[in-house]
């Protein structure tokens, strides 16, 4: 593993009562970057979006997938995704006509929204259990925003760090331990540690450089690291089901305005699948076979 890349550290901060995590996108930030921004601005956002979902789903009780979504203003959706198996994906997208968004979330208007969705299976093969929390913008960055969510919905003091540039995206948590008032300065001694950090370092140093930096004189255990990478959930089977829903009249229509072929490409990893007539024709008609028939006559 590549301790100066795409890595998540998790750690303890034990006599503070404090634990934390640490992450470093390099070769993943850099692919997903390629297609899901329109601009360096949006870009910065996505980045640090993406390094907050891989921070929280080491903190949050994730066993499928954990989500940031954000809209408001010019953004029509940005959508950063992180799952247990250590894949990355995510995007952003503005209104038609709208100009980068500004690094001030505030300016986002009264309609802005910051959505984070946690989704774990279900024993059973049963639809997935969804949690989502819900926070408006009032603060000028992402982590700030952030640590506004925990302090209202999980009543955990938590600190965030984030940054992001063309080549690395990174961030860095803190976060008191339930229960842990054996220091009751712990807190707030890594909170000004935290502070000290700039964020040329966190994007340019490894995490293990990063934590013995900051908290050496709190002895910090590292609990294991978790490597991540850009992965996409497409497929040609799941496009196929898109075109099911959609329906035939709309299958074959879609064939007709791409003058034989309905293309169809993934916003998130730029893969684009093609299905001429024939193989619409195909798809709908072993559907149709796969319906359970008619009941007899009773």
Known sequence: ?????????????????????????????????????????????????????????????????LSIQLRGGPIATLFAEATVAGTLRGIVRLRDGATAPTSNLTALGEDALLAIT????????????????????????????LETYFSQSEQLPTR?????????AAG????????????????????????TLREDELLALPPREVVRRLFHEEAPDLLGEASLRFGCSCSRERVADVLLALGRAEADAAVAAGTGTA????????????????????????????????????
């Open 160 to 168: 965030l760090h984030l940054a992001c540039d063309n080549a690395a």
């Open 263 to 298: 293309t169809i490409g993934c916003e998130f990893c730029g893969r684009t699948y093609r299905f001429d007539a024939g193989a619409i024709a195909e798809l709908f008609a072993r559907h149709a076979s796969a319906l359970p028939g008619a009941p007899g006559v009773q």
């Open 172 to 195: 860095l948590l803190l976060q008191k331990l339930p229960g842990g008032e054996d220091d009751a300065d712990g807190f707030r001694r890594a909170s000004i540690l935290l502070a």
């Open 1 to 65: 593993m590549d301790q100066n890349n795409d890595v998540l550290l998790r750690f303890l901060l034990p006599t503070a009562g404090v634990r934390g995590a640490i992450v470093r996108l390099g070769a993943s930030w850099r692919e997903l970057a390629s297609h899901g921004a329109p601009d360096p601005a949006s870009a910065r956002l996505l980045g640090e979006a993406c390094a907050a979902a891989a921070l929280l789903s080491g903190h949050v009780k994730v066993e499928g997938r």
């Open 118 to 145: 946690v989704e774990n299976p279900s024993p059973g093969g049963r639809d997935p259990s969804r949690y989502q929390g819900l926070v408006t913008p009032q603060a000028a960055r992402l982590d700030q925003v």
